[in-house]
């Protein structure tokens, strides 16, 4: 089957298409990495400087492969019961899935008209971070890095910052696949596959990528919620260890690292 070659080579894109990552590094512990490093690379120590010991960025040296070989493992993930007053999915179930599946609606993102990054960011630490890492600081901090990465990418587009992006014109993140670290009752870390892709315009080829997100959530007040202190954990847990391939289902290294691919629920 062929595929489109991944790209991923503009700072606004980047700075869009890391919304999640950029709520969890305000915890001071988020492991956000993009392109293809080939997997072998140990996940770095717990802390604030694990962020940065991931790639600066998503590269463009991934190319999805021309021949489709079936994910082993796929998952259709739980829905959440209710839409919060942020318009986010809350309420989802009391399992392992039911935590990715939190993950996944916290990476789910779309950036076009008038939306912007900084409403995305603002929409997920308010719906799913856990209120020990919530904070008017926080939120401020939120929203400076939200407006510096929309200036960015209004730059990117053509348009002046503040103003709507053009007609046709988005940035969209979707989980694609997940590999559970640890789970209990209470908590549960995975890594995050993401695809990204970004359109400036009406007649503007779709440039796109794959990102890789540590993450970590606890079931707090009825509900699974990101916290700095789960994904720091999931950053101990892992230390050392071989991070799984950024790799687009249907690549075989997909398999051999582990990854679940997710099944659109109906």
Known sequence: M??????FNTKGMWLAGGVLAAVLALTGY???SGGDDGGDTPAGKGGASAS??????????????DDW?????????????????HGSQVGFPKTAEG?????????TTDIEGDKTNTD??????????????????NAEQIELNGQQSDKALAKQMGVAAG???????????TVVGYKIIKKSDTEVSAWLLSRVVQKNGETAKESGSYTRTLAGAQWEDGDWKLTGDATARAQSDVQGQAQPHIVAPGDADFNSSGWTAIRQAS
Do not use: C, H
Request: charged letters at 20%; hydrophobic letters at 35%; aromatic letters at 8%.
């Open 163 to 173: 103003q709507p992006l053009p007609s046709g014109a988005y940035v969209r993140s």
């Open 52 to 65: 940065a010991s991931a790639s600066p960025g998503p590269s463009a040296t991934y190319a999805p492969p």
């Open 69 to 85: 070989t079936e994910p082993n493992s796929w998952a259709a993930l739980p829905r959440g019961k209710r839409t919060d007053d």
């Open 99 to 107: 935590a990715v599946a939190m993950m996944l609606a916290a990476n």
């Open 120 to 137: 995305e960011q603002l929409r997920i630490y308010r719906s799913y971070i856990g209120k020990a890492d919530q904070s008017s600081e």
């Open 30 to 32: 988020a492991v956000f």
């Open 2 to 7: 062929g595929r489109t070659r991944g790209t």
